[in-house]
Nanobody, 120 residues
């Protein structure tokens, strides 16, 4: 069973911080790079941070220096520490494998995401 459960979103003032968490099923998490994605309504999901199974990280230019991705392999959990938040960071955040894994029918699975709201 595929499971992706994101949490930690909320309302924060510009310049503030949030820490997102995502618990993933082993089928998605174990041995795979994991990423945090975000989606502006009407646009495709954007991959903003990736961490390999070995702990190497990469970030989109828009969040580099402000966001930090980490993972706890024992807990099948990936985190996103978000600092210096800006109003343009205020969207729904999702986690998933990176690249996203599709089943034999070509379907991919997503959690409900967690909403980040930033007040200016």
């Amino acid at each position: 069973q595929v499971q992706l459960v994101e949490s930690g979103g909320g309302l924060v003032q510009a310049g503030g911080s949030l820490r997102l968490s995502c618990v993933a099923s082993g089928r998605i998490f174990r041995g795979n790079a994991m990423g945090w994605y975000r989606q502006v309504p009407g646009k495709q999901r954007e991959l903003v941070a990736v961490i390999t199974s070995g702990g190497s990280t990469n970030y989109a230019d828009s969040v580099k220096g402000r966001f930090t991705i980490s993972r706890d392999n024992a807990k099948n959990t990936v985190y996103l520490q978000m600092n210096s938040l800006k109003p343009e960071d205020a969207v729904v955040y999702y986690c998933n494998a990176a690249p996203v894994i599709k089943d034999s029918y070509g379907m991919d699975y997503w959690g409900r995401g967690t909403l980040v709201t930033v007040s200016s």
